[in-house]
């Protein structure tokens, strides 16, 4: 029992909730390298999902580049990254987008495919464009499954972007890794149970959004 | 989409795990499992053959080497097991007999013994860990050698600045440095920095590398301004860094000294050691990890060989 006691008394110092290395310091820069990179990734997974889940070309290739992305290890990659970039913002969001793209792209395409041929021949039956029959009959009907490709992403990029730490920026990370180094285990359970429960809030919004969208259609 | 949520989560809790057992009591015992016959050298007699242990990195394995073949050319009896992972594993090695020899470095050793010890000078981290050793073990003389965090800068910087020691950063402003995460707050690192040589406003960038190709390249890059890198890393000699010297004794003396059971310890074998850690110095332990490191990767025991006979011990 001594650990849980230890790691609330870690959580409940008031030393710990200000200054550069409180946790409300940590959380926004963790939210923010969050934020950061489901933008990036979604601005380069989302319009090339959409496209292949519309025309169906490139799909044999899309499942099998998702599946290669994903099999990189991420703290590898961000090793490379920074040897290769020098520390900074930069290696760990390249690692972190590269992330959040198999599931994004996943998403898109995916949510595409599910919707019901029939509606998408209506839909040009009654004259749509293909730009029309994207956004105004796919993308509708599609966006539970997309919105939960953003979620999956969010989810995934929130809980890793504690690697940024390692090669010297902010973050929960580095509850983790300075706790680490000084075998400080109290502060390491303390950062991780941040991470957790932000991720756990994170993926409540998203439950409430898939839910509004659903009850939408 | 539970699917994703459990994973989500299994995910956090995985990187908390690996995470802290990387951090665990690390119990990596001997790998090569050659203790047969080891335990009957703890029998007293000075003829039984001295087993020599080293840790699992190169600088340990190519001293214990050292060790082994220079008692080997005076014709003493001597053998090595190398590669016995961590402290913890080792000194239980040496007082159960498995091992009789093993080449220590006197601040680390003194505060695994003692952690509450506060020595920093090479002569009272000596004496203090003389005082702390366990009955069975003694420790010879220590060499000049020794591999610790060391403070570094890139020659322009030093030039620049006039840098020789560490005192000499004081006038910089807004100085940055780069280290592994602990630097922070060890007494060795930004406190000490601050407390003992007065040196105030330092920016710290954690890097978790133990002073490796990271921080070797924020530190060339301009990125920081000093790097703690460990003395005898070869990218100190390669890149042409100025390791400043540390005159007040911030960081605790490392020298390497040999660590022997007593039941082995008699003056012919102390006349080896001696001569060994007299010629032994930080820019041999330089010298041995940058062949080490090189490119057609040499054995630990070819490396020992040759520094031996540049050094007409063997």
Known sequence: ?217 | MKVTRLVASAAVAGLALTLAACGGNPTNTASGSDTSGATSSASGSSTAPIVVGSASFGESEVLAEIYAQALEAKGLKASTHLDIGQREAYIGALKDGTISLFPEYTGNLLTYLDPKATATAPDDVDAALKAALPSELTVLTPSAAEDKDSYNVTSAFAKAHNLHSIADLKGISGLSLAGNPELKTRSYGVPGLETVYGISGIKFTAINDSGGPLTLKALTSGKVDVADIYSTTPSITANKLVTLDDPKHLVAAQNIVPLIRKDHDNPQVDAVLNAVSAKLTTQSLLDLNTKLDGPDKPKASDVAAQWLKDNGLA
């Open chain 1, 1 to 217: 029992m001594s650990v849980f006691s230890e790691v609330t008394s870690w959580l409940t110092d008031g030393a710990h909730w200000q200054g550069d290395d409180g946790f409300p310091h940590r959380i926004v820069e963790h939210i923010g390298y969050t934020a950061l990179t489901v933008a990036i990734a979604s601005a380069i997974a989302l319009p090339l999902g959409l496209w292949i889940g519309h025309t169906g070309r490139l799909r044999g290739f899309a499942v099998a580049a998702t599946g290669a992305l994903r099999a990189l290890p991420t703290l590898g990659l961000v090793t490379l990254m920074g040897l290769w970039l020098g520390i900074g913002l930069t290696a760990p969001t390249i690692a972190l987008v590269v992330l959040a793209i198999p599931p994004l792209l996943a998403g898109a395409y995916a949510g595409l495919e599910s919707v019901d041929r029939a509606t998408i021949d209506a839909a040009r039956s009654i004259g749509m464009t293909e730009w029309q029959v994207l956004g105004k009959v796919e993308i509708p009907l599609a966006l539970p499954i997309i919105v939960g490709g953003i979620r999956s992403a969010v989810l995934q990029v929130v809980a890793t972007a504690t690697i940024a730490a390692y090669i010297g920026l902010g973050g929960l990370g580095r509850y983790l890794i300075d706790g680490l180094a000084v075998r400080d285990y109290p502060q390491m359970a303390a950062g991780s149970v941040v991470v957790v429960v932000l991720a756990l809030l994170l993926d409540g919004i998203f439950v409430v959004l898939q839910r509004v969208l659903s009850t939408q259609r």
